[in-house]
């Protein structure tokens, strides 16, 4: 049993995407390790940390101990237009003084005990380094994302003037931060061992900075794998499911404009799973092009009212612009749902023909063509559905938990091992 400091910005036992990722890991890692988890929030903004003090007053998991980080007073006025929703760029320099607060914290805990190695797991984008690595002891970070701009041939797909500033302002900034920033350099070569989330993400940092990576999806598939129910498949509607945010990169219009191409009478219901800024918009959009029928609006709703809108879905489409790898893809798979995305991002590495459909990138108006021409296939053959259904069953075997265990020990005990050698050698 080693003993690990893990650093994990935002986690929680109740919430999905980055909340997840470092949620998943400590829990399953602490079965094998001593954990010493130094974190900043398990709510909505740093220093939020309700939600996990009170799990763990009732749930204590074995060989794991929180250590909120406290921000300074300067970091809270920092943040202080984020959390009130006028710049939320302002949570970026308060993000990185936060992890000059985590550097003093680490120093301080390898004063009075012995560390075995450093894992910065969340969040995952390559942006913030922090500072840990600064510190002479097996390193590892990642999975690490977020190299990927969205393709220009695609801004078409983006639905408002101020989506489309957003995403130039984060492509120019991309490009400074990924080339340009020597802290990023400095910690991507210092890295004993470098996970990246996407291939994408693999192929950019190696070609940029010469440092080669593991590639391993920020996460996996949790607790036990459902093969859809085959029952489902004699229904005569159609059930798609889509979630997420509803702003300019997840790019739902993509999917409302295939619907508009489909027969008035066509016997399909599209499940809407999530908020945000364009949700009035898309919602117009669906009235002015009069396929509201085809469309419920959930909003907001709790995981389990989404498993069980996954238990009577036979389809999981994802429009995203730029991703990860969603957090829906693991659960759609784990429910056995096949899944139609487009072919890029993570997405692009975890679907396969055998348990869905990747869509080509070409242009906006291809990807709803294609979108549209299957959506009305699978209504003439939904005994494809469930062959894909099937399909899914078997790849999900390859993202299960399990497995990302047997891959964290095995590069934690190599690098031991090289660190070990080297130390005995000076």
Sequence with gaps: ????????????????????????????????????????????????????????????????????????????????????????????????????????????????????????????????????????????????????????????????????????????????????????????????????????NQQKIEKIHHV????????????????????????????????????????????????????PDSPVMVHIVGDGCLKNKMEKFASKKKIQHFLQWHGQINREKVFDLFNISHLHIITSLSEGNPTTIWEAMSYGVPMMSLDHCGMHDVICNECGIRIPTDSPKQIVSDISRHIMFFMEHPEQLKTLAEGVSRCAQNFRWDKRIQIFNKLYDDMMFTYEYIKSSK
Excluded at 130 to 159: A, C, E, Q
Excluded at 164 to 191: F, G, W, Y
Aim: hydrophobic share 40%; with cysteine.
């Design 1 to 200: 049993m080693k003993h690990i400091l893990v650093l994990a910005y935002a986690i929680s036992p109740i919430r999905g995407s980055e909340y997840s990722v470092a949620w998943n890991y400590i829990t399953h890692m602490s079965q094998y390790h001593q954990l010493t988890v130094l974190y900043g929030t398990s709510g909505d903004h740093l220093g939020d940390t309700g939600e996990l003090e009170t799990y763990m007053q009732k749930t204590p998991l074995p060989n794991t101990r929180f250590i909120f980080v406290k921000a300074k007073k300067s970091t809270h006025w920092i943040n202080y237009f984020n959390k009130k929703g006028i710049w939320v760029y302002t949570f970026y320099l308060a993000y990185k003084q936060w992890h000059k607060s985590v550097y003093k914290k680490a120093e301080e805990i390898l004063k009075e005990e012995q560390i075995d190695l450093i894992h910065y797991i969340s969040p995952i984008s390559y942006r913030e380094p922090g500072y840990l690595w600064k510190i002479k002891l097996p390193y590892i970070w990642g999975p690490i994302g977020g190299t990927n701009d969205i393709p220009f041939r695609l801004w078409g797909s983006v639905s408002s003037v101020s989506g489309k500033v957003k995403l130039l302002c984060r492509t120019l900034a991309n490009q400074v931060q990924l080339h340009l920033s020597p802290r990023i350099k400095k910690a991507l070569r210092r890295c004993d061992v470098l996970l990246t989330a996407t291939m994408a």
């Design 212 to 263: 080669k990576s593991y590639w391993l999806p920020e996460n996996g598939i949790v607790g036990e794998i459902h093969h859809a129910n085959p029952d489902k498949f004699n229904r005569s509607k159609l059930h798609i499911i889509w979630i997420g945010r509803i702003d300019a990169n997840k790019a739902l219009i993509l999917l409302l404009k295939a619907l508009v191409r489909l027969p």
